[in-house]
């Protein structure tokens, strides 16, 4: 009996093994499939709006797993093309609908990815967008929701992060988790744990619409990534991706690793936008430490796979991923192979990313930022930086800094120094916040 359950459990382990060790699961497969599906249309004259605006944040994504240039130069010259300015009419800052500022979230990651002062032209009329939004507009305590439906969620609210890193700016971080969980209070389904697209209550039953919530868990990731550790915000967004993942899990069809463009009706056709956007949550989840891999690294490459076998199933299109639901505004199950859209492909490209880079380098240590953190760039003299700490914490001031400044967890100015004399290498924080509650430091350097 005892060799009998040795010997089963030695097939079990060979055929998981054999499982996950298979050719689509390599690094390279990963790599080679993302620049398949990115040559099928990288073009520096697509529309600049929200369809196209998702497709090139996966280009950046492309870039950020192969450093290949050529997907940088081709963001960059797509933002020329465009005059660096959003799909809305002229004032450009003041867009008419929040679809239109997609775009923002490539030309601000080209910035980070390049950040020097020849590049800061550029990403104005972006800076120019989250500034209004974060101070004019309704500065730090927003009372309702700012996107009006859930797929806006996705195209606006990233930007934020993003312009906070380049910003050093604590309250645009304040303010976007503000946003977020005034948004949620209309989007987010308390009892199902998903998001829906338009105006949601949050306990009645209703068709759920994949797409709607991937656009949902895609902005949750997008937001979370660009958060300092150790801000407040984030075991909100954790909390998010836990919930929506474990909601998730049960609704995907356990024959082709997708999910529904209606969640709840298994039958109908696959759909590759909105299983694109769960597969890049559950490995954006699992490599940032906040799912764990026994229960969804299976799922999430079963969902892999069943995304690559979208890709040449139309031969007009053998570069591209098929039965992807196009524009609209709920469920629907009228597509089929030949039907290819921009935002399934930067999904596409987006998940391939972090299943890349979770296999090259493993489970976050710091349970965050990926590419573009701004520990990454602090030691870029444009890129001002900052840093996470409590009132007993002694902190170090990086070379060159003049000042500090001290922020509470909402985002609120609470003490400042400056003047800091050339030698001087590490400041008490109870000195100068004296019992109150600091969340980020902030440095100050020269202009």
């Known amino acids: 009996m005892k060799s009998k359950f040795l010997l089963s459990a030695l097939v079990a382990l060979f055929l998981l093994s054999t499982c996950y060790s298979q050719p689509e699961f390599t690094p390279d497969s990963i790599k080679n499939m993302c620049k398949r599906v990115a040559g099928g249309r990288l073009n520096s004259k697509l529309y600049n709006g929200w369809q196209v605006g998702t497709y090139f944040e996966g280009i950046m994504a492309l870039y950020d797993l192969t450093q290949d240039k050529q997907y940088l130069d081709s963001t960059v010259a797509w933002g020329t093309f465009h005059k660096w300015l959003s799909a809305a009419a002229v004032p450009d800052t003041f ?24 590049n800061m032209p550029h990403i104005q009329a972006a800076l120019s967008f989250v500034k209004r939004y974060t101070y004019d507009t309704c500065p730090n305590k927003c009372s309702d929701v700012t996107w009006p439906i859930i797929d806006q969620f996705h195209m606006a609210a990233p930007c ?22 005034s948004n949620a209070r209309h989007h987010y389904n308390v009892k199902f744990h998903l998001f829906n697209s338009n105006c949601s209550d949050t306990n009645a039953t209703r068709q759920w619409w994949g797409r709607g919530c991937g656009w949902g868990v895609c902005g949750v990731c997008r937001i979370h990534q660009f958060l300092p550790p150790g801000h407040p915000g984030r075991a909100w967004f954790e909390q998010k991706i836990r919930e929506t993942a474990a909601a998730l899990l049960p609704l995907q069809n356990q024959t082709d690793g997708m999910w529904r463009s209606d969640l709840f009706q298994p039958t109908w056709n696959k759909e590759a936008s909105g299983s694109g956007f769960f597969c890049y949550e559950l490995f954006y989840g699992i490599r940032n430490g906040i799912l764990d891999t026994a229960t969804y690294l299976g799922p999430a490459k079963k969902a892999w796979k069943g995304l690559i076998g979208c890709v040449g199933v139309d031969p007009n299109q053998p570069n591209l991923p098929g039965w992807s639901q196009g524009v609209g505004g709920g469920v629907s199950n009228d597509f089929g192979i030949t039907n290819h859209d921009e935002y399934t492909e930067g999904a596409f490209l987006m998940a391939g990313n972090e299943f890349y880079r979770f296999l090259v380098n493993g489970i976050s240590a710091v349970g965050g930022a990926s590419g573009y953190s701004p520990a990454k760039q602090a030691s870029n003299p444009v890129a001002r930086f900052m840093c996470v700490a409590v009132a007993n914490s002694r902190i170090d001031i990086p070379r060159g800094a003049t000042g500090v400044e001290f922020y509470s967890p909402a985002g609120r100015l609470v ?8 030698g001087r290498h590490s400041v008490s924080v109870a000195d100068v916040v004296r019992g109150k509650q600091v969340t980020i430091v902030k440095f100050v350097f020269p202009r």
Request: aromatic share 12%; with cysteine; proline share 11%.
């Open 95 to 118: 867009p008419s609908s929040f679809d239109d500022v997609c775009c923002y979230q490539a030309y601000l990651e080209t910035y980070l990815a390049d950040p020097q002062p020849a």
């Open 160 to 181: 934020h992060p993003r312009a906070a890193v380049i910003l050093n700016d604590p309250v645009t971080y304040d303010s976007v988790y503000q946003y977020s969980v």
């Open 415 to 422: 003490a400042s120094l400056s003047g800091l004399p050339a």
